[in-house]
């Protein structure tokens, strides 16, 4: 059966993006949907892209959503350790960062408590997945997959945050993907006791550079994530199970040393993630916008990208609620592009810098593509430093 329903807007995707578009629809006045299809809880069910920077507390500030949405359970980051370009570990400290510690979430908690508040302030949910939209006349026609047929909504605008799938965007734009990069990766329980018989609570996030790729390990409040960046053409089909993930994690000289006693035994299944980076181009068009990730994707050695979701999600809200009210589209989709378009260009200079920073091993593929090759042919080799990517200094101004 087919059901029609008229909404001023929809959001597909409910993750950070979603959800605070929705929030900032809501609270225009405006009758909005967002459509989401959530996964049962499970035990041990977990998201990565955990790290929140400080600079996110403006944001939350300005939607009223502070202090509650990185109040405990959530963990205050205490810094991090880094093996990157050379084998020695170095700190870094949240005093380097000149807005503070920030936070290791619980994601599906924190995503959760966004979508709440989207509730709360007059977002109906829908229970679905967005599948395509068609553009047949004013406004959209949404189609949307549920457990029981397809439902058609009418809206006259769009927000796509349905991730790098770009459902509603991938059909009027282009996604320009930057590499293939994949993160495999797995939940340590929280309670497992370490090696020496303490707990496990080291908050501070570990980065190691491999031959084959990276790895990083940090607490969060459902257990310790560990995962392995990597391209999949170069994986080991061996981290695909959970004994042949857990002896290259061991393989490592520091993050094998953050696996826990309890852990040598039954580990979980690793799960795979798509992690490149990716740009949409444009960002927006007649009766559409895209956010989060459907719009801008990073690399997680970034730990940027909850920070920009929020960001992007407040401003295509905006967008929608400014065109619904009578402002002229085309400058306002070109103030938006202005804002995205500056964040990329921070986050594809610094990524450049990040990788090149590490020359051990510029014959290697992972790290040739990655143009490390270029430090070998004598420029200099920079200094990695994650406290200072500064994607946020783009996106920390108020939305």
């Not at 959530?38 to 009223?64: F, I, Q, Y």
């Not at 909850?306 to 589209?329: D, E, K, Q, V, Y």
Request: charged share 20%.
């Amino acid at each position: 059966m087919t059901r029609h329903e008229v909404y001023d807007a929809v959001v597909a995707g409910a993750g950070p993006a979603g959800a605070v578009a929705a929030l900032v629809l809501a609270r225009a006045g405006r009758r909005v949907a967002i459509v989401d299809d959530p996964p049962a809880p499970a035990a041990g069910a977990h998201k990565v892209g955990e790290s929140l920077p400080s600079a996110a507390a403006s944001l939350l500030r300005d939607l009223n959503l502070w202090p509650d949405s990185t109040a405990a359970p959530h963990l205050r980051s205490t810094g991090m350790y880094v093996s990157w370009g050379s084998p020695a570990l170095q700190e870094r400290g949240p005093v380097q960062d000149p807005y503070g510690a920030g936070w290791q979430l619980d994601r599906l908690r924190f995503d959760a408590f966004l979508r709440e508040a989207a509730h709360t302030a007059g977002a109906e949910p829908l229970r679905g997945r967005a599948v395509d939209a068609v553009d047949d006349g004013p406004g959209l026609r949404l189609l949307v997959r549920q457990e029981h047929g397809t439902r058609e909504l009418r809206c006259a605008w769009a927000v796509d945050a349905t991730g790098r799938r770009a459902t509603i965007a991938r059909r009027r734009a282009v996604r320009r993907r930057q590499d293939r990069l994949v993160a495999a990766h797995i939940l340590m329980s929280r309670q497992n006791s370490s090696a020496d018989g303490q707990s496990d609570r080291e908050v501070r996030t570990l980065v190691e550079a491999v031959p084959g790729g990276w790895w990083y390990t940090t607490l969060t409040p459902v257990g310790r994530i560990v995962a392995h960046l990597t391209d999949p053409d170069i994986a080991d089909p061996l981290l695909r199970t959970p004994d042949g993930f857990l002896r290259a994690a061991l393989h490592t000289r520091y993050i094998g040393a953050r696996i826990t006693a309890g852990d040598l035994t039954g580990p979980p299944t690793p799960r795979w993630s798509a992690a490149h980076g990716l740009r949409l181009e444009p960002y927006g068009g007649r009766g559409w916008i895209a956010a989060g990730d459907a719009a801008l994707a990073f690399d997680p050695l970034s730990s940027q990208g909850i920070l920009t979701a929020l960001h992007s999600g407040a401003r295509a809200g905006l967008a929608a609620a400014l065109c619904l009210a009578g402002a002229p589209p085309r400058p306002v989709l070109a103030a938006y592009t202005d804002f995205l378009d500056g964040v990329a260009a921070a986050y594809v200079r610094h990524h450049a810098e990040a990788y090149a920073a590490e020359t051990r091993w510029p014959e290697l593929p992972f790290w040739q593509r990655r143009g490390a090759v270029r430090q070998r042919a004598g420029q200099g080799a920079p200094q990695l430093d994650l406290e200072n990517w500064r994607v946020h200094e783009v996106v920390r101004r108020e939305w």
